[in-house]
């Protein structure tokens, strides 16, 4: 069985024992790189616990970064 690759990841701590990861994943098909984000936290021990997650294609990258933006340059 084919398994799912990440090719990048960065973790953003955004308090608490609470992080984001920003990952990008080939499937196991090789074809059509994702873009993910994994919600989740940190036990005792340091280790990463997830809670959810979403994958999205790389054309998306670019709406998805201006929502962002536009959503946080609101007042």
């Known amino acids: 069985m084919s398994e799912w690759k990440t090719l990048r990841q960065e973790t953003i701590e955004v308090g608490g024992n ?10 196991p098909t090789g074809e059509n790189l994702l873009i993910g984000l994994s919600k989740g936290w940190f036990t005792e021990d340091g280790q990463k616990r997830y809670k959810t997650n979403i994958l999205f294609s790389k054309e998306k990258k670019e709406e998805i970064v201006k929502a962002i933006n536009n959503i946080g340059n609101q007042e």
């Open 18 to 27: 609470n992080f984001i990861e920003v990952n990008l994943k080939q499937p």
